[in-house]
């Protein structure tokens, strides 16, 4: 039972370190908009299942 408890915790604490990570990622680009934006994960093109060849935009 111990374990379970502290396997819950784990995963829990990783998952809101990700979300403060995210959340700085955001506000540092928004402070240094030169940079560019923040790139999101599992975005872009080839990211999702509607983006077909030769039918995305290229970014610069």
């Given at each position: 039972m111990f374990n379970l408890l502290i396997t819950i915790v784990i995963i829990f604490s990783l998952l809101l370190a990700w979300v403060l990570v995210q959340q700085a990622a955001r506000k540092f680009a928004a402070k240094n908009p030169e940079l560019g934006p923040v790139k999101e994960e599992g975005l872009g093109c080839g990211?999702?299942?509607?983006?077909?060849?030769?039918?995305?935009k290229q970014v610069d």
């Open positions: 990211k999702t299942c509607g983006c077909k060849i030769g039918s995305c």
